[in-house]
């Protein structure tokens, strides 16, 4: 390549392609590297489901990361009853994901759809005070979000589960 036109056509051609970040920052890379005691129920169900892969290549994307303590809460036997139907899970995950990367500058009370059509209801009280259909939004290692290089990372307390 002796065109740095030619090398900036064929590195925009790679990421309009979903290729994964060069540097192992996505979302994915992220979220493997976190403190695993906090996210690795979480991990474990993107791979489970195939989002991981999604989740480490396209973007942009907000991703509200339930975390382990979130998954603890829901009825005994639901993760493995989730983890056995990839494609439930995959539902169930979806409601986590929002396109773009959405800073939370951003985030205003109202209704954010979701990447599966869905749509949640956040609050914001305050700069500490964010709720995402109930789930509260909360800091961990001293920052609100995590900025990945295709994405947006918020950790919340519960499970975002489909509406009736």
């Known amino acids: 390549m002796n065109s740095p036109v030619a090398f900036l056509s064929l590195l925009l051609a790679t990421a309009c ?3 994964p970040a060069p540097d192992g920052n996505s979302v994915m890379d992220l979220l493997l590297r976190a403190r695993q005691d906090r996210v690795s129920t979480l991990v474990q169900a993107l791979q489970t489901s195939g989002l991981a892969d999604t989740l480490q290549k396209d973007g942009p994307f907000t991703l509200f990361a339930p975390v382990n303590d979130a998954f603890k809460s829901l009825p005994e036997g639901a ?22 990367s959405i800073a939370v500058s951003d985030l205003k009370t109202g209704d ?26 909360y800091t961990m290692m001293n920052t609100t979000s995590t900025t990945a290089t295709n994405g947006v ?8 589960l489909p509406t009736a």
Do not use: C, E
């Open 79 to 100: 993760v493995a009853k989730m983890s056995a139907n990839p494609a439930d899970l995959k539902k169930l995950l979806l409601r986590h994901v929002f396109k773009g």
């Open 17 to 19: 392609l979903g290729a």
């Open 112 to 137: 954010l759809a979701n990447i599966d059509g869905g749509v949640s209801k956040v609050v914001v009280s305050g700069p500490d005070n964010i709720t995402i259909d109930g789930a509260k939004v």
């Open 153 to 160: 990372i918020y950790y919340i307390d519960k499970v975002i």
